[in-house]
Nanobody, 122 residues
Framework: VQLQASGGGLVQPGGSLRLSCEASGVNFDYYAIGWFRQAPGKKREGVSCIKTSEGSITYGDSVKGRFTTSRDTAENTMYLRMTGLQPEDTAVYYC????????????????WGEGTQVTVSS
């Protein structure tokens, strides 16, 4: 399994970005899909999760209403659309997957991408 995240960059407060994560060796129908982020000096935190078994999408409290995650099964790509970005959203963003129909999202997910830097600054 390989995950390649992209789409990060520098954006002004209030701006938007869309992150992509191309996956190989993954069948999205049987994997949990998560986005996480880690700011300097802080613990890695969950941003979003798609759980196949429940058909559910959940978000961290700090990004609810601003971020949207999705997946394209045909392209084997997952996305994170981020709007209303603020300086506190500055972090390295990671995509991750875990195998298994009932898998969930947590820090111990099976496979991780290398991360893409998002910087929100004027």
């Amino acid at each position: 399994v390989q995950l390649q995240a992209s789409g990060g960059g520098l954006v002004q407060p209030g701006g938007s970005l869309r992150l992509s994560c191309e996956a190989s060796g993954v069948n999205f129908d049987y994997y949990a899909i998560g986005w996480f982020r880690q700011a300097p000096g802080k613990k890695r935190e969950g941003v979003s999760c798609i759980k196949t078994s429940e058909g559910s999408i959940t978000y961290g409290d700090s990004v609810k209403g601003r971020f949207t995650t999705s997946r394209d099964t045909a392209e084997n790509t997952m996305y994170l659309r981020m709007t209303g970005l603020q300086p506190e959203d500055t972090a390295v963003y990671y995509c991750a997957v875990s195998a298994g129909y009932y898998a969930g999202c947590n820090i111990g997910m099976d496979f991780w991408g290398e991360g893409t830097q998002v910087t929100v600054s004027s």
